[in-house]
């Protein structure tokens, strides 16, 4: 789990391969967590920016957001005058959190992806920034325009008009979630799963306290194998029709993908294995019925050792023709 930040060092190496950085003169590094402690141990006089992730993408850890917030207070106060916390909470949303983010005085700004929970079926690409900062928000404003980033008035209409859908929506998912995390952690199959729901959960105090959600997405592990292995069972995964293997998560369909493939297929697998986030099958739970969910899941880790990637890859020659996807 990571928290990228400029000028920041924390536990993990400065991370030299982020084009942006070396052009205004900043400095990045990670976080393996961020809380109040790793805050206090990290930040220095010229630290200028914090950005962190609730629940983060893809081990599902939960950030206190009151701890966090007196941590930034405290600093900006004793060490970095100039220090400014920024949250995504896409997967938190805005309904996952009571009170929500927004609006505790550590808390500079919230943003995320609205294209997933707050769209929920897939149909447009937005994202929001939200902070009670007028003047900061008019320096977004700004460079949103000049950047040509606006959000069309027709996508923005959509999501509007769907939001109280998309709320019952990103509810049931996350009771879906939460019973597919059950009957993950059941399987002999599988080492490990990461969901906020689970009473194992590093941050289960903090999630009891400050979280009304759980999240949709679900990440696990098996038990024994390779990034190969866990790559082939997501095929396996999509060959039962009630799972699509998607690249975007947060719709009304269940979608699965390899973490390594998808979002991490230029990181070094030493990095991977020292963050944690190496052999990851991701999960977003869509609105299906809970039973049909764990049919397709228990069927796909009973079966995937036996399957050759030989029926995977024609299985998915068939699907596209049948879909009308060949030349």
Known sequence: DRCRRAGLRGHGPTVPF?????????????????????LQAAVTPSTTLVIGETYSNPL???IDPDAVSDAIVSLRSTVAPGLVLAIDDTLTTPWGMVPPMVGR??????????????????????????S????????????????????SWRAASVLTEGLAQAD??????????TSL????????????????????????????????????LLSFRLADGDEAAHRHLCDVLAMTRTVRYALSFDGLVTKVNHHRTVSEHST??????????????????????AEDLAA?????LDHHRAIPAEDVQAWQASRRASLGLTA
């Open 181 to 216: 995390a059950t009957v993950l952690a059941g399987h002999p199959e599988v080492g490990e799963v990461f969901h906020p729901s689970r009473p194992d959960h590093p941050d289960a105090d903090v999630i009891a306290r400050a979280y009304a959600r759980p999240g949709s």
């Open 296 to 300: 397709a899941f228990t069927w796909a």
């Open 18 to 38: 982020v084009p942006l950085a070396p052009r205004i003169g900043a400095t990045i590094g990670l976080l393996d967590h961020l809380d109040a402690e790793s």
């Open 168 to 177: 019952r929506h990103h509810a049931t998912r996350c009771a879906r979630a």
């Open 105 to 130: 005085p550590g808390i500079d700004l919230v943003f995320g992806a609205g294209t997933k929970a707050l769209g929920g079926e897939d149909r447009d690409l937005v994202g929001y920034v939200v």
């Open 268 to 289: 070094p697998p030493p990095r991977l294995r020292r963050q944690g986030i190496d052999r990851l099958v991701r999960v977003a739970a869509g609105v299906e019925d």
């Open 132 to 151: 009670h900062d007028i003047p900061r928000m008019n320096a977004e404003m700004d460079l949103q325009a000049t950047r040509g980033s606006a959000l």
């Open 60 to 62: 599902m850890r939960a």
